[in-house]
């Protein structure tokens, strides 16, 4: 009998030894065993070395004066059009401000009267030279870049212009106002090329009544800075 309820003893012993040890995380008892350490660091996914390029900054941040020529058309109100070409000199005053002085020059050919008149000039042959001296404020509205095949880009410029002048015409100096817009291509760090459309107006009474000429120029040209 005592042998039994020893064997009893044993086996109700063993039974709540096991319980405790299964449910001690159940009810917050007791500490879980970390996981054993692995001896190897994990793997790298990104790699974080990345090749550098060289930059190289263009000198034309530090060059404010612009200088250059171009050529062009001129459309003289009733006198038709002819070739234009000049001069320009710009001072760049901020990144979007800049003065540009420029001289330029046409010839006004026969205007309809002339011709139907069959010879009555209304002015002599040197008064149809045009020379216009203009004084401008730009200001840069859309800097930018144009891309040029794989691997070219070229900063651009797209610039409102307007100013005022006097303009030698038809044997008078006349006063002059002109606005327009232009492109502007810099095709290295010193040299750009201009794509500009300019509308010259001035006061004109050749015809019999004064008016308001437009004469409308578009040319092309290149400048250095410095």
Excluded: W
């Excluded at 004084?135 to 095949?149: A, D, H, K, R």
């Excluded at 044997?171 to 010259?200: E, I, K, P, Q, S």
């Amino acid at each position: 009998m005592e042998s039994r309820f020893r064997v009893l003893f044993l086996i109700v012993a063993i039974v709540g030894l096991s319980g405790c040890a299964a449910t001690k995380n159940l009810f917050g008892f007791g500490q879980e065993e970390a996981p054993p350490t692995s001896a190897e660091p994990p793997g790298q996914v990104i790699d974080p070395q990345v090749e550098r390029r060289e930059v190289k900054e263009p000198s034309i941040d530090r060059e404010d004066f612009e200088i250059g020529a171009f050529v062009g058309i001129m459309g003289i109100e009733d006198f038709g059009s002819n070739v234009s070409y000049g001069v320009r000199l710009a001072y760049h005053m901020t990144e979007g401000f800049f003065l540009e002085g420029t001289i330029g020059q046409s010839e006004g050919g026969l205007t309809s009267f002339e011709v139907l008149s069959g010879g009555a000039s209304l002015i002599t042959d040197s008064e149809r030279t045009m020379t216009y001296y203009n004084l401008n404020l730009g200001y840069n509205i859309l800097p930018g870049e144009v891309f040029i095949g794989e691997g070219r880009a070229y900063n651009t410029n797209l610039y409102l212009i307007a100013g005022l002048g006097s303009t030698r015409f038809a044997g008078d100096d006349r006063f002059t106002v002109n606005f327009g817009a232009g492109y502007r291509l810099l095709l290295t760090d010193a040299v750009a090329l201009h794509l500009d459309f300019r509308d010259h107006l001035f006061d004109i009474d050749l015809l019999g009544e004064e008016k308001t000429a437009h004469n409308l120029e578009a040319h092309l040209g290149f400048t250095v800075f410095f």
